[in-house]
Every structure is written in structure tokens, then in C-alpha cells.
């Protein structure tokens, strides 16, 4: 656990019982001059309320790692909501199935060694793609066969620990790496990876602990928040998406204990900002306007403590959010401000 976080427990910090992992979360420093704090941009209040409703119990806390957290939500072309726990022993269900109208679920893919910290489903070859803390990213078919490690090992000299995924519409990822996460240290990147897994590059380093990575709707650049620094950043990526043309802060997220974990972004450009920390998402405009606050009612809140990402349906309004806590992993539903798409769907 951070020593710059020790007000709220960690429920990500538990992975280091699970597999000598550290806290997953993130921030984006790049390496372009950033504003000082005095200049952060910052928007006044939080918008109006939009309530929440409990769509299903997913999970309870394991007792092999005293903690469940769910991560990861995306909606197949069925209408079935995968998700992942990233706390699961070897043995228990590490990517599951949740059906939104009914709330039943069920285990998918298990194995014995992966902390998986999200899921996405690639435009390429229609498989689940899945970050494993410990330094691959792993893929699936959507019934949980067919494993194959997609890629792992070095990246210029230093391993991953990827927590995100943003494909772009040709099937090539950008993930965001927890690479070197010590408090008071920016050594997290953006890492592009190629979508035969081949080749890894990367984008953006010196980030203070990236978690949310994902695309504007036009997939010009990649929104990424900075869990360290409670920002998120724009980084416009040039014609060939290979490189970074531009990078500057663009939101100060006003949140008080909690903290910037995964990003989704609707039709409209609007960013659903998720909070470790409090079960709660920050809805943003793309010009920084803070527009809303997704909350759960105040009852359950008290039992759990993050709200890790969200998959709103694509060409609808319905958005699904992981929430966990002490009280065990759930799907929280509501009603979306614009229409999903692709980049509202996963990460």
C-alpha cells in the first residue's frame, strides 16, 4: 500500500498476497511540461446526481485473499456483461458472465497465476483480451477457451504491469503500465502494442501510476487518468497512432479521498471517470465541465468502497458499473447521459 494512501484500505494492494503484486492504480504525468497545481482546471461542484441501481450481486470477499474487486465491464454482442475479479485465488473465477436483466452469473476462465485488472473485446478477432498485473496480456475466446498469452516481457528494458486496454479500430492496444510503483515516483507509461503482438512501443513514460486509458469517439488521441494526481491528461497521437503529436493536463478531478481509476468515453464525448475509493463515477465533458456524479444509494455505499469502470450498451443508455467493498463485487446500473460506443465498452 502507497504511503500516500493510508486513509481507506486497498483493496487492489491485496494482489500482493495473491501474486507479489503491488496497488493498481494510476496517474498521467507525461513528458511535456504540465500546469502546476495553482493552474489545474478545475470545475466547480459535481453536477447534478444520477442514482444507481443494484443490478446484481457478482462476487463476495475470498478467503484466501480477504477481498473481491471487480473490473473490467464489457458487453458482448448478446448482451452479456463480462467482468473480472481481480483479488481471485487459482481456483475461483477470474472472469465472469453476468446476464443485466436477470442479474445470474457465472465463471468463464480461471487459471492459476493471473490478476486480471481489465477486459476488452478487440474489433480485430472478436476475442477478450485481458491485463495480468504480474506482466502479460493474455487473450480468450468468450467462452473462456483458447488461452494464449498475446504478449509479454520487456518493454525498453523494463517489464509491464498492465492495468488498461484502448484498442483502436484496426485491433492495435494501448495500455497503461504501473510500471515502477513507488509513492512519490512517475515511472508509468503508455504502451502501444501492436496487434500481432509483435511489436511494443512506447508512447508516453514518466506517468505518475496510469490506470484509465481510452479513446476520444474519433480515435484521434487516448484520454488517460493519473491516479497519483488525480488528473486526467490528453494525448493527441499523430496520423499513424504510433506516437504522441501533443500532451498537456486536462482535468483536475476534485476528489477528495478517492482517487482516478478507469475511463469510458459515450458517443458524445463525454468521460465517465470511475473512483477508487469511493463507489461513485465523475462524468466530465470533453471541455473539462464537470456535468454529473453517478452515485449508489447511501445505504450500500457504506459497505463498499470503489467504483472501478463502466460499459455503457452500444447505441443506448444503459451503463453498467462495477462497484466492491467490504459487502463483496456488484453490477450497478443507470442511465447514461449519451449513447455508447465502442469506447464506452470495456478497458
Known sequence: MPAYRTLLPR?????????????????????????????????????????????????????????????????????????????APAGA??????????????????????????????????????????????SIEPDGSDPRTFFSGEVDGSAMNPDDIAFDDEGNLYVSDLHGMKPGEAEGRIVRIDRDGGKATVLADELAHPNGVMFDPATRGLWISELAENTVSYLLLDAGKTAVASQHEAIHVNAGVAQTDSIAVDADGNLYQALHGRPAMAVYSPDGERLATVEIPAKAAKGLESATNVAISPGGRKAYMTVSGPDGGYIYGFTALADGIRQSNGG
Request: net charge negative.
Open 11 to 87: 483493496p487492489r494492494a491485496a494482489l500482493t498476497g495473491v501474486a507479489a503484486l503491488g496497488l493498481l492504480a494510476l496517474t498521467g504525468c507525461g513528458t511535456q511540461t504540465t500546469a502546476s497545481p495553482a493552474a489545474h482546471p478545475e470545475s466547480s461542484g459535481e453536477g447534478r446526481t444520477i442514482r444507481a441501481a443494484r443490478v446484481a450481486h457478482v462476487t463476495d470477499p475470498h478467503e484466501a485473499t480477504d477481498r473481491t474487486l471487480l473490473e473490467g465491464p464489457v458487453l458482448d454482442e448478446n448482451g452479456d456483461l463480462f467482468v473480472v475479479d481481480v483479488t
Open 93 to 138: 473465477p477470474k472472469v465472469l458472465s453476468v446476464d443485466p436483466a436477470t442479474g445470474k452469473h457465472k465463471g468463464v476462465y480461471t487459471d492459476k497465476t493471473g490478476a486480471y485488472t481489465s477486459a476488452q473485446l478487440s474489433p480485430y478477432d472478436g476475442r477478450l483480451y485481458l491485463t495480468d498485473y504480474t506482466g502479460p496480456v493474455v
